[in-house]
């Protein structure tokens, strides 16, 4: 997993008026800023996950922006996810689980939204919520919506991770490890990349 969370210099990425870059690889950009902010720069078409609640939308409810004028309507922080196109010779993987489908105990999903490009899902991972090990059959961009503490156990490796609202996370596509929530509530926006 690679996390994201900061600009440049080491600051947070909290965007008040600009676009702040928290990803950045070879198949996704995720930037935090805000609407307005979005509106007026360029970018790809790609998913806003709105980071506080807004006149027309709640915080997480993730949605397709296809141009420009579609976040002008969203003015609060948001995480935007733009997908890039796969590289020649990087074939999908044959193998993997989807959100839901390895042994996990308190969790929930729920789809926000699916096209082409990515399946958008809002998932919770209950006080004491656990996540056997499972393999990512997609690349996976977590946007935290309310923070924790996770222990993620990777490559017999075991971390603790400490989330807060808006960080970003890359899950990538053939990864594999399993997951145990230490605290509170935690809810996130699954942003689910197809080849």
Do not use: C
Request: hydrophobic share 40%; proline share 7%.
């Amino acid at each position: 997993m690679l996390a994201a969370g900061v600009g440049a210099h080491g600051q947070p990425a909290r965007a008040g008026g600009r676009v702040a870059v928290v990803l950045d690889n070879a198949r996704v950009r995720a930037i935090k800023t805000t609407g307005a902010s979005l509106a007026g720069s360029a970018h790809r078409p790609g998913v806003a996950v709105p980071l506080e609640d807004g006149p027309t939308r709640k915080k997480g409810d993730a949605y397709w922006a296809a141009d420009k004028e579609t976040s002008r309507t969203d003015p609060g922080l948001l995480v935007f996810v733009e997908p890039k196109p796969l590289t020649a010779g990087a074939p999908p993987s044959q193998m993997g689980s989807r959100p839901g489908d390895a042994p996990f105990v308190g969790l929930s999903f729920n789809t926000l939204f699916e096209n082409a490009t990515v399946t958008a899902i809002r998932a919770r991972m209950e006080v004491g919520a656990s996540e056997g090990l499972h393999t990512h059959a997609s690349d996976t961009i977590v946007v935290h919506l309310s923070g924790g503490a996770i222990e993620d156990t990777a490559s017999g490796t075991t971390r603790v991770n400490h989330w807060k609202p808006g960080d970003v996370e890359f899950e990538a596509r053939g990864s594999s490890h399993s997951a145990r929530n230490l605290g509170q509530a935690i809810d996130v926006v699954l942003v689910v990349l197809k080849p």
